[in-house]
């Protein structure tokens, strides 16, 4: 049975590292009366590398530190952990969890797509996680995968504009725009921020999608179903594993904002 | 008080993940008969983004790990940790220890360089390790550092030749190029890989160092001098925290030839 917690519970929000803090940024401007406690796993990150068993492992350590906060439900902010493991954490835990997968699929209803090209991790893109929603939830839809491994180091490195990104975006997605694809998945927390970038190489025919976006409504809509929604000081606590040498310049990048309240943590502690 | 152990015992030798595979290489081409140990924190790699505080907790764990097997001497093979924590570790181990930096620092010596530079990750650059032992050893040679971080996601992508590694070199490595730089210590494990890339961008007139060879030698000198040499068969264990997505690609690209044992470890088990 699912532990939906209170409304004034916080709002639980994990991932790898700070790239989650994209996703914190689309719920704090759809949800801005919500607290949030978003723990960001840094000293292991990347997970996007990592196999899908040492995903999975740190991912429950990760769910076991938001346990202490009361969280009403817990956003899974990482693509690689949405992809790899949402389903057994899913069997493993009482809170409401939600993904970033469906949301990508999500997005694209009501859009006239027929050719979708989707990007991230190696781990997301070995999982065919997206692949096999896609394949469910619209018949017909021809679907293009490749694994942008450099975007997750470029974004972090704040190379997000010029001719190293751009070089490296056309090698990426020259094969995906050969198959005339119409809109394009960002499937991982960093590539937001490269999606000037991105537009730049694909063009205006290709529709560029954000999965963080669409997870803040789905959240919303989870929220007010459930009768869950506070009207709190919409308060956000960041807690991080490390605090990693490039903290100052890319927090800035990946939240829009510096968090007011920031903890490290040893999850092994 | 130094425990060295026994000849009989194996070397043992640490790394955030298998980039630590290029020392390897080198050790055993040296010294073919000595079996080796290997530990790579391929859960928590890269460690070279990480601040101080979390490289030395996570080396000291790796130490702890090698330490069951009756290690003679341990090589920290890792130039993030050899640079940020190993006076720390020295302090704490009973077990001699080899770290990067004195082998980059000793593999100019009788060379007439009187402009140096050096390239590693963060951690090692920020750390200014090489900086103060090259100031010390050598009198009025001019050094010039810099970060390189794209180069380990290059290296372990297998992206090691072609226009993007090229122009991301250049990008690093011209500002050392217009301080006329004679020679180029490779801060890295990661970088070997790169040699022919980083040779192109820097020419014939700049001199590339690479401490892992020069860590062998030391190694070797250290073994003889405390009559810790074997006559063995020559064995490598290698001991992962994580058996990652590009394993099977990369582990050949960093030691050269497949290991006959590898397996998968917990630290916190």
Chains 1, 2 share one sequence.
Not at 159 to 169: D, K, N, S
Request: net charge negative; hydrophobic share 40%.
């Amino acid at each position: 049975m699912l532990n939906r917690g209170h409304k004034q519970d916080p709002i639980g929000v994990f991932d790898s590292g700070i790239g989650g803090l994209t996703v914190v940024r689309e719920i704090r401007k759809r949800l801005p009366e919500e607290s949030i406690v978003y723990f960001g796993d840094s000293a292991r990150v990347p997970y996007g590398t990592k196999s899908k068993k040492t995903i999975l492992r740190f991912a429950e350590e990760d769910i076991n530190f938001l346990q202490k906060f009361q969280v009403k439900v817990i956003v899974s902010a990482c693509f690689s952990i949405s992809s790899n493991a949402l389903e057994e954490l899913g069997k493993e835990f009482q809170e409401p969890l939600i993904g970033m997968i469906n949301p990508g699929v999500n997005a694209l209803s009501g859009k006239s797509s027929s050719k979708v090209g989707v990007i991230g991790t190696n781990a997301t893109i070995e999982s065919k996680a997206f692949e096999k929603k896609l394949k469910d939830k619209f018949r017909g839809l021809d679907i293009y995968s490749a694994a942008c491994p450099l975007f997750v180091p470029l974004a972090e490195e704040g190379w997000t504009e010029g001719e190293v990104p751009e070089l490296i975006a056309k090698k990426y997605l020259e094969p995906l725009l050969a198959r005339n694809i119409d809109s394009l998945i960002l499937g991982c927390t960093h590539y937001p921020l490269l999606h000037s970038v991105i537009k730049k190489v694909v063009g205006n025919k290709v529709e560029i999608i954000e999965p963080g976006k669409e997870a803040a409504k789905i959240l919303e809509e989870f929220m007010d179903d459930n009768d869950l929604r506070s009207k709190g000081d919409g308060s956000l606590k960041v807690y991080l594993s490390d605090i990693p040498r490039n903290f100052d310049r890319t927090v800035v990048n990946f939240l829009g904002e510096r968090p007011a309240e920031i903890e490290l943590v040893h999850l092994q502690d």
